[in-house]
Structures are given as structure tokens and as C-alpha cells.
């Protein structure tokens, strides 16, 4: 069963930067769009970031000109650099990537911004 693993959170002060990496255990062909989610206390699960198989990308509002998706297919690997975190940005933050009929999921890294 292919999992998805995410890296890079961690704990940052108010006006840090983090990047988030997410790649798959192992390889997956066809893969289509490319996002990052995030559920912070309390909330419910919202989309950060999506990038299409052409590398069209779309934000959040909250997260526009702060929030930079990126991908490398020859490694199946899908960034989000974050800068100018704040401490609404706190979450888990998940990946997720989408192929014919099925999407996977990553089991969700924390990121706390606190200073």
C-alpha cells in the first residue's frame, strides 16, 4: 500500500519560514494534481495549496504571497515553502496527490508558529 509522508514541520516564531516536503514510499505513474491541506485546533480541514499536473497553482486567500507550492515529478515529490508564518498558520498540514480513481493521503505534519 503506497503512503505518502510528509517532512519539514516543526515549531517556528512569528515571521519564520518552514518548507513542507511530501513524497510517496514508493513510485506512482499517472500522478495528476498535487495539494496541501491543513486542520488547525478546532477547525475544520481546509486546502492551502493545489498544483495541476501543468503546474497551474491556487491559495488559499489566507495564505496568498506568503505560501509557495511547487512539485518535481521525476521524484513524485510536492513542496510548500511557507513564509511570514503567523500563528493561525498552526496546523497539521497533510498532502495529498491524486491519480486515475484514487487519491492518497499523508498522515499530516504539525506545524506550531509561537513565539
Known amino acids: 500500500q503506497v503512503q505518502l509522508v510528509e517532512s519539514g514541520g516543526g515549531l517556528v516564531q512569528p515571521g519564520g519560514s518552514l518548507r513542507l516536503s511530501c513524497a510517496p514510499s514508493e513510485t506512482i505513474f499517472s500522478v495528476g494534481a498535487m495539494a496541501w491541506y491543513r486542520q488547525g485546533p478546532g477547525k475544520q480541514r481546509e486546502l492551502v495549496a493545489h498544483?495541476?499536473?501543468?503546474?497551474?497553482?491556487n491559495y488559499a486567500d489566507s495564505v496568498k504571497d506568503r505560501f509557495t507550492i511547487s512539485r518535481d515529478n521525476a521524484k513524485n515529490t510536492v513542496y510548500l515553502e511557507m513564509n511570514s508564518l503567523k500563528p493561525e498558520d498552526t496546523a497539521v498540514y497533510y498532502c495529498?496527490?491524486?491519480?486515475?480513481?484514487?487519491?492518497?493521503w499523508g498522515p499530516g505534519t504539525q506545524v506550531t508558529v509561537s513565539s
Open positions: 498544483i495541476t499536473g501543468t503546474d497551474i497553482t
Open positions: 495529498t496527490m491524486v491519480v486515475p480513481y484514487q487519491a492518497y
